[in-house]
């Protein structure tokens, strides 16, 4: 059985791959502030050292590199910690992978670009427009000088169930179950993925010699606001008090999005025989799930 080393396992995504893991893997789970898992190995990706002390350590034959820094007006804010999460936090465990041959599949982000046109393939040239895709690009120059066997993972809107974090989908069901109107933008496209997929997705290219860059995100381009409605049809709530608003007129954002960030994935698709799920289907799985976060997976 190989050993798999998660970092970032006390958020979203990286929960749902140390939790999945487990049933094909040995699973080191890592966090940096607060822990997810009792078993979980303190690690600072910012810290050069630590890094390299934990990984050589633990000799993992898989390093899964979820952690970040992924609040996109946080980033702008305080580009300085952006840069030591994001960049320099990336470079230090594909370093430390590097040194004991680790494979390192590295999650990124449809945020790598301009979205001046959508559906953007594997080969489209980035240009991101806000400093956190900025500093996500440059995790991925990371990768790619510091290992041999790496895949970088490009994924889009990351939603589903967690006991602390939030995120888009819950955002919009704590809100409308508090009978709290919202505005969302409908001139804003993604590729919104169910995090409990994208954990599938990642396990299973870390069970086959996959080398390079994939797009792996939901298989659905939809805007924000239709996005808003599909949760709240779904989870039973009022869709009626979800306004409709323009990117231009939205004063609350600090740095620019792009307006269609939306991925193709059918690069992955050929070589995966995971489902990739469209919003209805991602949705369904996450109402049938929605007691399962309301505890620590492991308490």
């Known amino acids: 059985m190989k050993r798999i080393l998660v970092t970032g396992a006390s958020g979203l995504l990286g929960s749902k791959v140390a939790k999945l893991a487990e049933h094909f893997f040995e ?170 997929n994208l954990a599938e997705v990642l396990l299973e290219m870390g069970k086959k010699d996959l080398s390079g860059v994939f797009h792996t995100a939901g298989s659905e381009r939809i805007n924000r606001y239709d996005f808003a409605v599909e949760i709240a049809r779904n989870f039973d709530l009022d869709a009626n008090m979800i306004t409709p608003i323009k990117m231009s007129e939205l004063k609350m954002w600090i740095a620019k999005r792009p307006r269609d960030s939306s991925l193709s994935i059918g690069k992955a698709q050929k070589q995966l025989e995971t489902k990739f799920l469209n919003v209805p289907e991602g949705l369904k799985i996450m109402r049938i799930n929605r007691n399962e976060s309301s505890v620590s997976l492991k308490n």
């Open 27 to 196: 699973v080191i789970p890592t966090h940096n502030t607060r822990s997810f898992f009792k078993d979980s190995t303190k690690m600072d990706m910012t810290n050069e050292y630590e890094v390299s002390q934990v990984v050589v350590r633990m000799k993992p034959d898989l390093v899964m590199h979820v952690g970040a820094e992924t609040k996109v007006d946080q980033c702008e804010k305080n580009r300085e910690e952006a840069w030591k999460v994001n960049a320099e936090g990336t470079r230090n465990v594909a370093a430390a992978c590097g040194k004991i041959d680790a494979k390192l599949i590295y999650v990124s982000t449809d945020y790598v670009f301009d979205g001046g046109k959508g559906f953007y393939v594997e080969s489209d040239e980035p240009n991101p427009v806000n400093y956190y895709g900025w500093t996500k690009l440059k995790g991925e120059q990371f990768v790619r000088e510091n290992c041999q066997e790496y895949v970088i993972a490009r994924t889009s809107v990351l939603y589903g169930w967690h006991s602390w974090k939030t995120n888009f989908a819950s955002w919009v069901i704590e809100s409308l179950r508090r009978g709290e109107p919202i505005t969302v933008v409908n001139d804003h496209y993604n590729s919104p993925t169910l995090a409990d």
